[in-house]
T-cell receptor
Framework: GAVVSQHPSWVICKSGTSVKIECRSL??????MFWYRQFPKQSLMLMAT?????????EQGVEKDKFLINHASLTLSTLTVTSAHPEDSSFYIC????????????FGPGTRLTVT | SQKIEQNSEALNIQEGKTATLTCNYT??????LQWYRQDPGRGPVFLLL?????KEKRKERLKVTFDTTLKQSLFHITASQPADSATYLC?????????FGAGTTVTVRA
């Protein structure tokens, strides 16, 4: 149980374009979903927290107009990287938690974004 | 600001031995400490959660200790196997927001 999927697993886009990443909880309802970014050999950095039906809460230094997050249902959250630039190239990972139980998070397999 | 430090070097061990990983933290009093496993190019997988009032927790060949006085957690993999080779991350929290360490890469050689 507690499976999270992400789509696509990798994407290459041109500078200036936008790309959308989907995160789905397959067998549970996720009250809260999280978006992380991970650069090579570095730790996961939390970008934002989203609750179903409300606006996402962004971490300091993360541009909310550049990284648009939508959490339309209890099983789907999307991250849209707008006007992507090469420095946005990274590994983006989503996770979900079931707050009613404990605070462990279930992570998706990640999306490798390369901006050329 | 809070700081989370894991073994800075990769850990190479012989199959069958015990791997011990360290997670130290400063400027933080977490209520929960979690350990995750991450394989290359994949998302982390939850392993264990230990609460601040718990000293030790076990799951199969894994053991975690949590010393809030020393501000340290130790993560042990006993009877290690090549399949245990991965990067192991510690994560601290007081609620649903996790702060991750950079991870320790473990390689178990046959």
């Amino acid at each position: 149980g507690a499976v999270v999927s992400q789509h696509p697993s990798w994407v290459i886009c041109k500078s200036g374009t936008s790309v959308k990443i989907e995160c789905r909880s397959l067998d549970f309802q996720a009250t809260t979903m999280f978006w992380y970014r991970q650069f090579p050999k570095q730790s996961l950095m939390l970008m934002a927290t989203s609750n179903e039906g409300s606006k996402a809460t962004y971490e300091q230094g993360v541009e909310k107009d550049k990284f648009l997050i939508n959490h339309a249902s209890l099983t789907l959250s999307t991250l849209t990287v707008t006007s992507a630039h090469p420095e946005d190239s990274s590994f983006y990972i989503c996770s979900a938690s079931i707050r009613q139980t404990t605070y462990e998070q279930y992570f998706g397999p990640g999306t490798r974004l390369t901006v050329t | 600001s809070q700081k989370i430090e894991q073994n800075s070097e990769a850990l190479n061990i012989q199959e069958g031995k015990t791997a011990t990983l360290t997670c130290n933290y400063t400027n933080y009093s977490p209520a929960y400490l979690q350990w995750y496993r991450q394989d290359p190019g994949r998302g982390p997988v939850f392993l264990l959660l230990i609460r601040e009032n718990e000293k030790e927790k076990r799951k199969e060949r894994l053991k975690v200790t949590f010393d809030t006085t020393l501000k340290q957690s130790l993560f042990h993999i006993t009877a290690s196997q090549p399949a245990d080779s991965a990067t192991y991350l510690c994560a601290l929290s007081n609620d649903y927001k996790l702060s991750f360490g950079a991870g320790t890469t473990v390689t178990v050689r046959a």
